[in-house]
């Protein structure tokens, strides 16, 4: 049996300082995507009309879906963690799989507007696209590689929120743990320890002489449980998921919108 | 630290959420209406306007910024900064060669 | 899961002795205890900057004759490719904060880990990877890249060596540095020890939080730049490939976006270095602590506004020059705070010389030397003239190694009884220190001069008027070699065969100096509680 | 007098610089090893603590932003005369190429070697065929980049006659170090007497050319020969055998060799069809061996350069 102190070490759940390593994950992908923004500001600037020409020639209303398909994936994963934490545990996995599906109609959609530009001729270095004028070259040179980026990171989300699907759906462990490293901190602490739906179990007995204790929770399986370290993981999923979502916020009329 | 279990339990309602969404759908209507403004210069302040009002407002309700800590504000106002001083002073370059 | 299996009974065993899940190698390569990562990292990096010192050994040899001697023009040009990826990517980035900000930024704000251990292992991981793919083009038809650590298109995108996969390599680094970075972050909000406010963490700590910020918001910016060449080759996406329309003076603008923030990356930890020793060794509190914390952000804030001094004739716009030159002065600014707060934290003092004080101290002389010629380039008229010359050659050696590598070395010299529990011999330390130190400024300093008179880098050969100033520096090589060896010679012996050392060999007042030599493995027998400001020795007059 | 008129002004500044930076590291340098010694623990057993002193950090932070304040406007001065180009110059084209430069002058005379008047503006327009190089003269205080597809330019006036080292100063390839060449500043007569005789010579040809295409003059080795070092050819090949980027053109002409065609392999004869379709089209048959470097040579040779060369090459046994 595992003693008080290596869990503490192993399942150090400082759910604030995950979120702040998530935020600050997000950071280094919104600088990543600048690098893109920084390129296309400038050669837009450059090449105005060009780009409005170019524009013409992508979709609106297939953008306009993606646009909406994303919007509404947003809604669902943010309704899903709200369950998760309201401990109504199948609505979260309904939520997550709708986000899931959300994502998939995404990337089928991308998938039909991008074969069909490449069956027009329009793709990285085809005879057709180089045949335009330098300006258009750019603009579908970053088309690609800009969507192309945005597609992998939904991609890469999809996939998160799979993961932490099945991490719901799983039965919960028959332990859940929320202590907290130190024992000073156990002292008077409210521990939630979800044994069924929503019960809080309050620690005060701790006594001045005690350095170790052990925290196991037998839980009744038959009841919704929710193990509470996967509610950090669908938020920072979700935070995850929000971010793509923004990223096409601004791709959509960037691309799009600029005829 | 075992106070913010607190903060977990109390999140914004089902409610809230919805209606960001709505506000969502709505502004991406705009922006494709206002796409159709013949001023260019016009028409790219706008596009970017309502882009930034519907990121915010992802950001806000479904990243919860709004109900987080100081500390996380700081943190995206940092990555925004840095965003505007990458962006903008390369246009010292572009705009004037 | 991790590899933490900890018996209470004993838990005051340190962090070397301690048994776990695994035993044997790897019980490090496996380990999240970020003392035996930081371990891992100093043998992993001193193993490259080894191989990268020895190829700089090499291109001097090659430097010491006119004409074709030992190499050709392509193997000379995939030689300082290596040379400058290493020592940037695998060197000196990573460096500090990897080495000696993972095992002593925990300790010193009290903490028992960072706040993400197993990601630290990943990122070492990372690293590791990254490292093995940049070897790995050795050993492709292609050979190693041979573009210069820069990668400019279009030059990058036409080369038929290897660049796709040594730019990813540099790609996967980017991500192990930033990994660093968020983790840094996180832990300094999140777990320092009771009564350790901001303005009572040590300035290494600061140091190391300006640095991890750094690490976070400009690391992207290459890793984009550097996938965009890659989809340029592999999937003719032009974007700066001007036969595209595209301009090859914006992938300068990305490139030292992040490249010259990331030259703060390297010198930042190096101050925070020099910041600790200083006082220490003086007995006293430091002079101007918030001033010298603040600079440290302040740097990291000026450092990001600067970037195009690196493109003062690329063609860019004339009043970009003028501006990022304007721009480029003000971090001259925060650093001479720095340096005029260190020389105050002497006055008065009560001062023990021993080797990391001078260690300390010639940092400063050099990055000074380092600074002013950095000063010098800033300023437009003289930047044309020496841009791409031995002139930023010099600069940028007297800032990356007289700067931070000579911290670097302070610093282990400094933290050396705390990692080890041994203490080296003094004395050769000081025979070391005098070696690098003339052939130190033997090598760069004729650079610097070379520079001035005209001589071009990455130029395979040279023109009759540089020979003699080559052949001086060559020779100044052999001595920085030689001292560099004795050193690291004598720290090696120490490892095996020193003399004891005991907690506090130095005097220090941090918290790293509180706790045993080596630590145990969660750093503290009790968790800290933090009533002074760092630098507070009881003995000194106040 | 300098070589050209900003040597002398950058050298001022650099000089300056120079000075109060040798100043100041001295005097930080003494301050700190006087410290050591006076303040050695054996002279001064207990240390003071002095957190900080507002005054001092206002000090030291005033003086040096005035320092840096200077340096940057001495710079700003001097480089607004770099950028601010003159309207009566002459107009020199030069053309980056890997690893030559090309000298194109307002009559279209083109050479490897810049002839220039001395204390006349001139305005070197760069530009580049394949990647960045850089147009560097150190005796000028000069350089700026020729980056292919971003025109850039600078200006200068030689003020004294004699002969000047350019170099590529970006790294563009395994020969950037053999980049090289000359800027000769002459008198402005003797340069008037060189221009017009070489110019002559220019309009000679393609008068030539032009009217008498019945009767060419007929393949001239001479002027192969100057051709193969006009065009940059001697960048990659050398003439006396030796192996540099590409196959040296010492007994080329006539020589049984191995290329690669398509992934395939084939045994040739270098005939002068051959070599026709190596300088325009290098990468249709690539030479066992080598890389496929060469940049095709359409828009630098004519179909009259090639015969010339080809007439050259037949002479070198
Ligand atoms: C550790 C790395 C490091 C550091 C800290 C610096 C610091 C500085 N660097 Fe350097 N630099 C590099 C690494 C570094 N550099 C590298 C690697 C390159 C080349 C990359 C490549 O092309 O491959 C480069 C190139 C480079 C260039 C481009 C050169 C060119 O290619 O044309 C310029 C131009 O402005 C420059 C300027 C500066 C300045 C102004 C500082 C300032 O921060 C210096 C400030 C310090 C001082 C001023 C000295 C200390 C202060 C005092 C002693 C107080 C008194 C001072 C005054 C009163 C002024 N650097
Ligand atoms: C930290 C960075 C660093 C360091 C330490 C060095 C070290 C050396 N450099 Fe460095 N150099 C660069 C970074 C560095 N270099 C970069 C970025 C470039 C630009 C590349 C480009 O153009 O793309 C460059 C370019 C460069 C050139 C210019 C090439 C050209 O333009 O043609 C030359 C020329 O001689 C040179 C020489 C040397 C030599 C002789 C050494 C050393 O060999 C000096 C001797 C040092 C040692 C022998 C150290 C031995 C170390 C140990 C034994 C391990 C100790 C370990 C611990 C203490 C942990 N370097
Ligand atoms: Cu051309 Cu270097
Ligand atoms: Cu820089």
Redesign the pocket.
Same mark, same amino acid.
């Given at each position: 049996m595992k003693n008080i102190r290596e869990i503490a070490l192993e399942e150090h759940h400082d759910f604030v300082g995950a979120k702040m390593g998530m935020w600050l994950f997000l950071l280094t992908e919104l600088i990543l995507f600048t690098g893109l923004f920084i390129l296309y500001a400038m050669y837009r600037v450059r090449h105005a009309a060009e780009f409005h020409a170019a524009a013409t020639e992508l979709d609106v209303v297939i953008g306009t879906i993606n646009t909406l398909v994303l919007l509404t994936s947003s809604l669902t994963v943010a309704v899903g963690i709200e369950a998760l934490k309201r401990r109504n545990r199948k609505l979260a996995k309904w939520m997550v799989l709708l986000t899931v599906l959300f994502a998939l109609t995404f990337l089928v959609n991308k998938y039909f507007e991008w074969s069909a530009k490449i069956h027009h001729g329009i793709f990285p270095g085809a005879d057709e696209l180089l045949s335009r004028s330098q300006g258009e070259i750019i603009y579908f040179n970053l088309y690609y590689a800009m969507t192309g980026l945005h597609g992998l990171h939904v991609l890469v989300g999809m996939g998160i929120l799979l993961w932490v699907y099945f991490l719901i759906a799983r039965k919960p462990s028959e332990k859940v743990v929320v202590a907290p490293p130190n024992i000073e901190y156990l002292k008077g602490a409210q521990l939630i320890a979800s044994k069924g739906e929503q019960e809080r179990w309050v620690i005060d007995e701790i006594k001045d002489d005690v350095v170790e204790v052990e925290v196991v929770i037998k839980k009744d399986p038959k009841k919704a449980g929710v193990d509470i370290p996967n509610i950090i993981k669908l938020e920072n999923a979700g935070l995850y998921w929000h971010l793509v979502d923004i990223i096409w916020i601004f791709l959509f009329p960037l691309f799009y919108l600029i005829t | 630290m075992s106070h913010h279990s607190h903060e977990e339990i109390h999140g914004i309602g089902y409610g809230i959420l919805v209606l960001v969404w709505l506000g969502l759908v709505v502004l991406t209507g705009v922006t494709v209406v206002a796409s159709g403004v013949h001023v260019p210069a016009l028409a790219v302040v706008i596009a970017l306007l309502i882009a930034a009002t519907k990121s915010s407002l992802v950001v806000s309700y479904f990243m919860h910024l709004k109900y987080e800590s100081r500390i996380f504000h700081v943190i995206l106002l940092m990555g925004i900064v840095t965003i505007a001083i990458f962006i903008g002073l390369t246009f010292f370059d572009v705009l004037f060669r | 899961m991790a590899s933490h299996a900890i018996d209470v009974q004993n838990a005051q065993e340190n962090y070397l002795e301690v048994k776990g899940r695994w035993s044997g190698i790897l019980s490090w390569i496996f380990s999240t205890d970020h003392k035996r990562i930081g371990i891992l990292y100093l043998v992993s990096i001193a193993f490259f900057f080894i191989v990268a010192a020895t190829i700089g050994i090499f291109m001097r040899l090659e430097q010491l004759t006119m004409g074709p001697t030992l190499m050709k023009p392509e193997v000379y040009n995939r030689l300082f490719t290596l040379h400058?990826v290493i020592m940037?990517f695998l060197f000196?980035i990573p460096g500090i904060p990897a080495i000696l900000g993972n095992f002593f930024l925990p300790i010193q704000i009290g903490a028992k880990d960072v706040a993400f251990p197993r990601l630290n292992l990943l990122s070492w991981w990372l690293f590791m990877i990254g490292a093995t793919l940049a070897i790995l083009t050795l050993f492709l038809p292609g050979g190693l890249p041979d573009t210069?650590? @820069?990668f400019y298109a279009p030059y990058s995108i036409r080369t038929g060596s290897e660049v796709s996969l040594a730019v990813f390599a540099a790609f996967i680094l980017g991500f192990s540095s930033i990994l660093t970075g968020l983790n840094f972050v996180t832990t300094v909000h999140r777990m320092r020890a009771p009564g350790m406010s901001f303005f009572r963490m040590p300035l290494f700590v600061w140091a190391l939080y300006a640095t991890a910020w750094i690490q976070i918001l400009a690391t992207p910016m290459v890793g984009i730049t550097l996938l965009l060449i890659i989809v340029e080759r592999l999937l003719n996406i032009g974007i700066f490939d001007p036969t595209q329309g595209g301009d090859p003076i914006l992938y300068q603008h990305l490139f030292w976006i992040y490249?010259?923030p990331a030259?703060?990356i &390297? *010198?930042l930890p190096?101050f925070g270095v020099i910041s600790e020793i200083i006082p220490t060794f003086s007995r006293r509190t430091i002079f101007g602590y918030k001033l010298i914390a603040f600079s440290s952000l302040s *740097?990291a804030i000026f450092?990001s506004l600067?970037w195009a =001094? =690196?493109m003062? /004739?690329s063609g860019q716009s004339d009043l970009a020059n003028i501006i990022f030159?304007f721009l @480029?002065?003000f /971090?001259?600014i925060p @650093?001479?705070i720095?340096?005029?707060n260190w020389v105050a934290t002497l006055y008065k003092g009560s001062i023990r010389f021993e080797p990391p004080l001078l260690f300390a101290l010639s940092s400063?002389f050099l990055?000074?030397i380092?600074?002013?010629t950095?000063?010098m380039?800033?300023t437009l008229p003289i930047?044309v003239h020496?841009?791409?010359t031995y002139f930023?050659v010099g600069?940028?050696h007297y @800032? &990356?190694f007289g700067?931070?590598i000579w911290a670097l070395i302070a610093g282990i010299l400094y933290w050396f009884p705390k990692i080890t529990g041994k203490m080296y011999n003094k004395k050769w330390i000081y025979v070391a220190w005098a070696f690098m130190f003339i052939g130190f400024n033997t090598l760069y300093g004729t650079m610097l001069y070379m520079g001035w008179k005209g001589m071009p880098r990455r130029y395979y050969d040279h023109l009759p008027e540089f020979h003699t100033d080559h052949v001086i520096a060559t020779v100044g090589s052999w001595f920085l070699y030689t001292g560099i060896l004795i050193l690291v010679s004598t720290l090696i012996y120490a490892v095996y065969r020193g003399t004891k050392a005991d907690a506090n060999p130095w005097g220090g007042t941090t918290l790293e100096w509180k706790t045993s030599s080596p630590p145990p493995l969660e750093n503290f027998e009790k968790e800290p509680v933090v009533e002074h400001e760092p630098y507070y020795h009881e003995e000194a007059i106040r | 007098m300098g070589a050209s008129n900003f040597t002398n002004s950058v050298d001022n500044i650099f000089l300056f610089i120079l000075a109060?930076?040798v100043a100041?590291?001295v005097g930080?340098t003494i301050t700190m090893i006087y410290f050591i010694i006076r303040y050695n623990h054996k002279r001064n057993p207990r240390a003071t603590d002095i957190p900080g002193n507002v005054t001092l950090e206002v000090v030291w932070t005033v003086?040096?932003l005035l320092?840096?304040m200077g340096f940057f406007y001495y710079g700003y001065i001097d480089y607004k005369q770099m950028r601010d180009f003159p309207d009566d110059a002459m107009q020199i084209k030069v053309t980056g190429r890997m690893w030559s430069w090309l000298y194109t002058y307002p009559n279209g005379l083109q050479t490897d070697t810049l002839y220039l008047p001395v204390g006349k503006p001139v305005t070197v327009n760069l530009e580049s065929m394949d990647v960045i190089h850089s147009f560097y003269i150190p005796a000028f205080r000069l350089k700026m980049d020729a980056v292919p597809g971003v025109p850039t330019k600078m200006w200068f006036t030689v003020e004294k006659p004699g002969s000047y080292q350019v170099l590529c100063a970006e790294y563009c390839g395994d020969r950037h170090s053999y980049m090289l060449s000359k800027i000769v500043g002459m008198p402005q007569a003797e340069f008037d007497k060189w221009y017009a005789s070489a110019s002559a010579e220019i309009e000679a040809q393609q008068a030539g050319t032009e009217e008498a295409g019945a009767a060419p003059a007929g393949p001239s080795p001479e002027k192969g020969a100057r051709l193969v070092k006009l065009k940059g050819c001697v960048a990659c090949h050398s003439l006396d055998g030796s192996r540099l980027v590409g196959p040296s053109f010492k007994g080329l002409f006539g020589k049984t060799e191995t290329v690669i065609v398509n992934g395939k392999e084939e045994q040739i004869t270098a005939d002068e069809d051959y070599i026709r379709q190596s300088i325009l089209e290098p990468s249709a048959a690539i030479v066992k061996g080598y890389p496929p470097a060469m940049p095709p040579q359409r828009n630098i040779v004519t179909d009259d350069d090639i015969e010339h060369i080809i007439a050259y090459l037949k002479t070198l046994k």
């Open positions: - | - | 400058g940037i000196i210069g650590w @820069t490249s010259h030259v703060y &390297m *010198i190096g *740097i450092g600067v =001094h =690196h003062f /004739v030159s @480029t002065f /971090v001259a @650093t001479a720095k340096v005029f400063i990055f000074s380092g600074g002013f950095g000063l380039q800033a930047n020496i841009h791409d930023v600069h940028f @800032t &990356m700067g931070t | 109060v930076s100041l590291l930080i003086i040096p320092i840096v």
